[in-house]
């Protein structure tokens, strides 16, 4: 059994900065990508940022510049430093890890999603 627990996300005021937390566990024995979804209302979800098990990092344009990712490959934990946070950020924030585990190959699991707010 695998989780993703993530952590982190919460109410800022435009311009604020806020840092994701995912962390995997279980039976967990190779970890490929990480990486960070968003779903905002009455919008399609989409990738926000990713990061490879070798440290190579991919963003959506709008960004680019604000938001920086990063993981701990000895913890399975990947982060989303989110700064200049805008009101078009507010979303719902999944984490995404594909990996493969003692119970299946490699396959994607899913975070619960947290709640990133920007709004004065």
């Known amino acids: 059994q695998v989780q993703l627990v993530e952590s982190g996300g919460g109410l800022v005021q435009p311009g604020g900065s806020l840092r994701l937390s995912c962390a995997a566990s279980?039976?967990?024995?190779?970890?490929?990508?990480m990486g960070w979804y968003r779903r905002a209302p009455g919008k399609q979800r989409e990738s926000v940022a990713s990061?490879?098990?070798?440290?190579?990092?991919n963003y959506v344009d709008s960004v680019v510049g604000r938001f920086t990712i990063s993981r701990d490959n000895a913890k399975n934990t990947v982060y989303l430093q989110m700064n200049s946070l805008k009101p078009d950020d507010t979303a719902v924030y999944y984490c995404?890890?594909?990996?493969?585990?003692?119970?299946?190959?490699?396959?994607?699991?899913w975070g619960q999603g947290t709640q990133v707010t920007v709004s004065s």
């Open positions: 990061i490879t098990s070798g440290g190579t990092t």
């Open positions: 995404n890890a594909r990996l493969d585990s003692a119970a299946s190959y490699t396959r994607d699991y």
């Open positions: 279980g039976s967990i024995r190779r970890v490929y990508s």
